[in-house]
C-alpha cells in the first residue's frame, strides 16, 4: 500500500472542504454568515465571532479520546463526530443556550487520515447541521491514538442562563427523558465483537446523544428552572454537583425514578433470543438509572408554584419529577429498600477507572 | 508510597484553588469579573462571558501533549503551564486583539497529580497573570499521557482584527524580534541530561515564550498592518500560508533576515567551553530563522506608504522590514545563493515527523 504523505496543511484542507460541501458551497474565508455569527472561520490564526447584542457568550470544552471515551474497533467513526460535537453542545442545552460555532481539536495517526477520518467528518457535519453549530476553526496534530477535544461557543440572553447554583429546598427535582440507556448500549456494545452496528436501536442514545436544546432554551426563556444541569456521568456523580453548587441535598422516590428508567421488554422483542438478556430488570434498571452515563438529558429544579407550568411532556421528551430538594445536604434514595439510603456517586469518574 | 485516590472533583477542586489564590480571594462563583468580562466560572455546565460592545470575539485554541509539545522528563512542568497557555494567546496577538479568558483541558495520570500538576497550574497561573486571561473553566480526565488542550477567547474592536488574506504586492514585510532563538534552545535542551534548568538564559525563549500582544494591539488600533500571523511553525512553514491566503508570494532579503537572525557569540561567552558551539554561525543562523519554529513573533506586511510609522523598536522590540511581497505567487530568498533560491516548507509540520 502506498504511504499516503499527508501534511498539516492538507489535513486541515481536508477538514475545510467537508464542511464546505455541507453548507453547500465553499467555506466563506472571510465572509460573514449571519446565522452562525462567524466573520472569519478557517484558515487564520483565529476565529471571529461577532456576539448578538443583549447576550452573554457561553463556553465549555469537552475530551474525546480514543480508549476513554470510545475505542475505534468499535465505535462507528461517524458516531465519534457526531458524539464529540452533541456532548459538548449539551453544556449549551444544560446553560438554556443555542450553540452558534465550535473549535475542533483533533490529534490523528497518519493511518486514520483517509476512511477513518471521511466517516468521523460525516457525522460531525451531521451534528453540526442538525444543531446549528458551524465549525469556526481548530487545531490538527499527528499523534498514535485519535484525541479529540471540541470548544462550543453558544449564547444565551443576559441574566437568563440556567446556572446549578440557584435551586432552594422545596424544589422539586426533575429530568427530561429516560436515564440508563446510553449505559446500556454501551455494555451490549462492549459484548459484541467488532465495529457496532450503527442502525441497531438499542445503541441509538450511546453512539448518537442528542443534547435536549429545545427544553434548555424553553426553561430559560420562560424562568422556569431554578438550576439545571446534563447528566453526563450518571445521575449518582451529577446530582451531588449541583447540590454542591446550590449548598442543599436531595430526595430521590425511587418509585418516580423507575418511571424514567428503562422499561421491561415489550412484545415487539422475540422471547428466547439472545437479545432478550439485555433487557434489564426492575432493580436493574433502577441502577442504571442511578449510575449509567453519557445520557445527556437535562437535571433540573423548579419551584413548587411553578410546577404547574412543566408539562409531562415537551414535544416528545417525557418531563418527570423523580423527587425534591431538601435543606440536609445529604443525598438520599427513599421507597427502594425500608430506610431512606445515602446516594453514593457511582457513575463515570475516569480517576476511579482501574489503571 | 500510599497510592493517592483523586477524584475529577478533588482534581477541579486543587485547578480551582490554584487559580482562586493567584487572584488574592476565593474564586467568585457567580460574581461578575469586570477585568476579564466572566460572570461565570468555574464549576458550572458552562462558563459566562459578557462581550465588550464594539468588540469581536476572538476564539483560538492549540494543543499542547507529552511527547509532541514537550518532554516530561526535560521540560520543567511550570514551563509547560507557561507554554500552554502564552503560545495560545499568541494567536490572539497574531489578531491584534486582548485576551479575556481561557478554558483547561487536561487529561493527566494519576501519579501527575502531586508535584507535577503543583508546578504546572504554578506556571499556568503565572502566564495567566501576566497577559490578564482568567481562567474560565474546562475539562479534566485521566489517561497515561499528559496531553493539554487551551483554547482562549479574546476581543479586538469590530472590523479591525488583523488578517491573512489582505495583504497586497508591494507591501513590506516585517518581523518583530529576533527568529531561530526558540529553535535553537530546543536543540540545546534536547543534548543536554534530565531536566533543563529553568534559569538557562538560552532557553528562555524556547520555555517561557512572551506573545506580542501590545505589538498586535498597536497594529490593529493604528490600522497599520495589511495582514498579520504569529510565527509558531517556523517562517518558511508559516509565510507561504500567510502567501496562500492573500494570493501573493513573497521575496526574503537574506542580508536583511541575518538582521533578525540571532549573532555571533558576544565576548561574555568563555571561549573554549562546551556552551560556545551553541552559537551557530551565520549560515547556520539563517537556517534556523528560516525554519526554526516556537518564536511566536508577528509577520506582518505594512503598505509602503504607512512604513515611515513603524518605528525601528516598539518598547524593546526591534521591528525590522526582511522583505517584499509580490504579485508572483513564489516565495524565494534573494542575496544568499547566486540566484534567488525559492524558499520550501522546513518548519514545525508533525505530519512531516518520523514515525
Known amino acids: 500500500m502506498p504511504r499516503r504523505h499527508r501534511t ?33 472561520g478557517i484558515g487564520d490564526d483565529a476565529a471571529l465571532f461577532r456576539p448578538t447584542r443583549g447576550c452573554e457568550t457561553i463556553l465549555t470544552c ?85 484525541l479529540i477535544n471540541i470548544t462550543v461557543v453558544g449564547e444565551v440572553p443576559k441574566g437568563r442562563a440556567l446556572r446549578r447554583d440557584r435551586t432552594r429546598a422545596g424544589d422539586l427535582l426533575y429530568v427530561s427523558g429516560r436515564l440508563g440507556e446510553a449505559e446500556r448500549g454501551l455494555r451490549l456494545l462492549r459484548r459484541q465483537r467488532g465495529m457496532a452496528n450503527r442502525r441497531d436501536l438499542r445503541l441509538q442514545k450511546h453512539l448518537y446523544p442528542e443534547p435536549r436544546l429545545a427544553l434548555g432554551a424553553w426553561l430559560a426563556e420562560k424562568r422556569l428552572a431554578s438550576a439545571a444541569m446534563d447528566v453526563s456521568d450518571g445521575l449518582s456523580s451529577d446530582l451531588p454537583r449541583l447540590c454542591a453548587a446550590s449548598g442543599v441535598g436531595a430526595r430521590i422516590d425511587a418509585a418516580k425514578l423507575a418511571l424514567v428508567a428503562l422499561p421491561a421488554p415489550d412484545r415487539r422483542t422475540p422471547r428466547n433470543t439472545r437479545l432478550q438478556r439485555f433487557h434489564p430488570g426492575v432493580e436493574e434498571a433502577l441502577q442504571l438509572a442511578l449510575h449509567g452515563g453519557d445520557d445527556y438529558e437535562l437535571l433540573f429544579t423548579v419551584p413548587k408554584r411553578k410546577a404547574m407550568r412543566i408539562p409531562r411532556l415537551l414535544g416528545e421528551i417525557p418531563l418527570t419529577v423523580i423527587g425534591e430538594i431538601t435543606a440536609d445536604r445529604k443525598i438520599v434514595v427513599i421507597g427502594q429498600n425500608p430506610r431512606p439510603t445515602v446516594l453514593e456517586p457511582g457513575g463515570w469518574d475516569p480517576f476511579r477507572l482501574p489503571d
Chains 1, 2 share one sequence.
Open 62 to 146: 469537552d475530551w474525546f479520546l480514543e480508549g476513554t471515551h470510545f475505542l475505534r474497533g468499535k465505535h462507528p467513526p461517524d458516531s465519534v463526530g457526531w458524539k464529540c460535537l452533541a456532548r459538548a453542545i449539551s453544556d449549551i442545552a444544560a446553560m438554556g443556550g443555542t450553540p452558534r460555532c465550535f473549535l475542533l481539536s483533533l490529534a490523528i495517526p497518519e493511518a486514520a487520515t483517509g476512511h477513518w477520518l471521511d466517516a468521523f467528518l460525516q457525522g460531525l457535519r451531521r451534528a453540526s447541521r442538525q444543531f446549528e453549530c458551524a465549525l469556526a476553526g481548530g487545531d490538527t496534530t499527528s499523534r498514535n491514538e485519535i
Open 8 to 40: 498539516e496543511n492538507s489535513l486541515l484542507a481536508k477538514i475545510e472542504r467537508a464542511f464546505g460541501a455541507a453548507s453547500g458551497r465553499k467555506v466563506a474565508r472571510g465572509k460573514i454568515s449571519s446565522a452562525n455569527r462567524l466573520s472569519l
